[in-house]
């Protein structure tokens, strides 16, 4: 096999119809979810992520909401990605809910081959370390405070 057959590169929309078709189909362990936030965006850049607080952690027993966004360039770079759900965590901005890329090394050295599900499955670890593991998180029912400027998702298929 050539160089040249061995770096077969996946258009953009290609590779996000593969990650939609496993985000439907249900990943892992189900702690984790992804779906498109609206069907009819045809440049498929509005996701909506689920992860579930792992056991023996302060997130246990709740449900975080992410937004992810995959700009034109993606899976080039990196999607930006922002908790919806109010959490206490090392990478993400208290204020916005942003994963800062300086603090999450997944988004600093994005790699094409990595997916949202690679994402989220790494800040499902990312709360089991000891650095967040134990970190006091704000009290339930604060999420509307960090509502979607877009408004409410139309449709999440998870």
């Given amino acids: 096999m050539s160089s040249e057959e061995a770096k077969v590169v996946v258009p953009r929309n290609f590779r996000l119809l593969e990650e939609l078709e496993r985000g439907e189909k249900g990943?892992?362990?189900?702690?984790?979810?992804?779906?498109?936030?609206?069907?009819?965006?045809?440049?498929?850049?509005?996701?909506?992520?689920?992860i579930l607080g792992p056991h023996n952690t302060a997130y246990?027993?709740?449900?975080?909401?992410?937004?992810?966004?995959?700009g034109k360039?993606?899976?080039?770079?990196?999607?930006?990605?922002?908790?919806?759900?109010?959490?206490?965590?090392?990478?993400?901005?208290?204020e916005s809910g942003v994963v800062e890329p300086s603090l999450f090394p997944m988004l600093t050295n994005w790699r094409?081959?990595?997916?949202?599900?690679?994402?989220?499955?790494?800040?499902?670890?990312?709360?089991?370390?000891s650095h967040n593991r134990k970190l006091v998180q704000p009290p339930e029912g604060t999420e509307e405070a960090r509502a979607d400027p877009k408004g409410p998702a139309k449709c999440c298929v998870m």
């Avoid at 899976?75 to 759900?85: G, I, M, W």
Wanted: hydrophobic content about 35%; some cysteine.
């Fill in 60 to 70: 246990e027993g709740k449900i975080f909401q992410l937004k992810l966004f995959c």
């Fill in 27 to 50: 990943i892992g362990d189900g702690t984790v979810s992804y779906g498109m936030d609206d069907a009819d965006d045809i440049y498929m850049q509005s996701w909506t992520g689920t």
């Fill in 73 to 94: 360039d993606y899976p080039e770079s990196p999607p930006s990605v922002r908790f919806q759900t109010r959490i206490n965590m090392a990478c993400v901005n208290p």
């Fill in 112 to 129: 094409r081959e990595y997916t949202m599900e690679d994402i989220l499955v790494k800040l499902k670890k990312e709360m089991m370390t």
